[in-house]
């Protein structure tokens, strides 16, 4: 692995593959939002600045701060690629945007661990191609706008495990966009930001799936956490992890389907419960939309609280666990099942 001390863009070491214009061959986030009913613009402008770019099989740890000067990051450009980069050991990198599997066909791995942490405006985790973010052992990543499984065929895969490992978002989060999005919160992760989505699409339909597992593991958001906007989304919470949002919006538009999971999904083995939250550590408000919603109960609790302010018309089903339903339910106007 090679490894990338240098904080200048005037090193002649900066990489094995190429620094480009940050204006040359951009085809970037644009392009990839097309579908979207909230385009991401993106100014190309003829700023100095340079793009770090991470292709072919190449390997690259930064361990030192780096700053791209408004420059963006991508990791894996082409098809064929499989690159990966590393940001660890004190490692910082701020770069104007971040594209993991930017060109169809092309794979890249973004690892940010220890005390590494990686700044960047908006983030495309499988932008036409296949995406892999993985934060951990306390490493940190800071977006403003973040998409896993942008376009229609990609994947994205992010992990954020371990005490003290980070993702902040202070816009829009969108898993499962036009592609298929995956994202697992464990170990004691957090993620935060504002608006999160999964399963959002302008007209292709994305898959999004969700799980935020383990004591001290959360995603919290200070608005509206969507599961199924116009795609597929599933968010499951188990094991003392815990999702908060101001309202937790279930398949949201015709078309859509979403699962809120509470242990294990519908079916499964059950597992130890998760928790939701509202607004400033108060009661979950859940609002079924017109698309296909289900609740699924399926824990091994024997005195489990379920204090979660209920409306629409959608599908319960409480499979395994004991389970005391304490919300207010009188806006629901779907249907329940008991089994187990």
């Given amino acids: 692995m090679r490894s990338v001390r240098h904080a200048s863009l005037a090193s002649t070491d900066r990489r094995q593959g190429t620094l480009l214009p940050i204006a040359a061959g951009r085809k970037l986030i644009c392009a990839a939002l097309l579908a979207s009913t909230a385009m991401v613009s993106i100014a190309t402008g003829t700023a100095l600045a340079e793009d770090l770019v991470i292709d072919g099989n190449d390997q690259e740890e930064i361990t030192a701060p780096r700053n ?81 499984g942008t376009d229609i065929d990609t994947s994205g895969t992010v992990t954020v495990t371990g005490t003290g490992s980070s993702w902040t978002n202070t816009g829009r989060f969108n898993v499962g966009h036009g592609g298929s999005g ?88 059950a597992q130890a419960a998760g928790f939701l939250q509202g607004a400033d550590g108060a009661a979950a408000v859940i609002e079924f939309g017109v698309g296909d919603g289900t609740i699924v109960l399926n824990h091994t609790e024997t005195d489990y609280e379920f204090d979660a302010t209920v409306s629409g018309d959608g599908l319960f089903k409480q499979e395994a666990g004991n389970t005391h339903l304490t919300g207010d339910w009188s806006g629901f106007t779907g249907t329940g099942e008991i089994s187990g």
Avoid: C, P
Avoid at 99 to 117: E, R, Y
């Fill in 68 to 148: 791209l000067d408004g420059g963006d990051l991508v990791v894996g450009d082409t098809a064929g690629s499989d690159a990966t980069l590393t940001i660890s050991d004190g490692g910082q990198l701020e770069s104007d945007n971040t594209l993991i599997g930017h060109d169809a066909g092309s794979k890249g791995t973004v690892t940010v661990s220890g005390s590494g942490t990686l700044n960047t405006e908006d983030m495309l985790v499988g932008d036409t191609g296949d995406g892999t973010l993985i934060i951990s052992d306390g490493g940190s990543v800071t977006t403003r706008i973040a998409y896993v």
């Fill in 182 to 269: 995956t994202m697992t919160v464990s170990d004691g992760g957090s993620v935060s930001g504002n608006s999160v989505q999964l399963g959002t699409i302008g007209s292709y339909s994305g898959s999004g799936t969700v799980t935020v597992t383990g004591a001290g593991s959360s995603w919290t958001n200070s608005s509206n956490f969507t599961v199924g906007h116009a795609g597929e989304g599933t968010l499951t919470v188990s094991d003392e992890g815990v999702a908060g949002a101001s309202i937790f919006n279930i398949a949201r538009f015709s078309g859509s389907t979403g699962t809120l999971i509470i242990g294990a999904a519908s079916g499964e083995d």
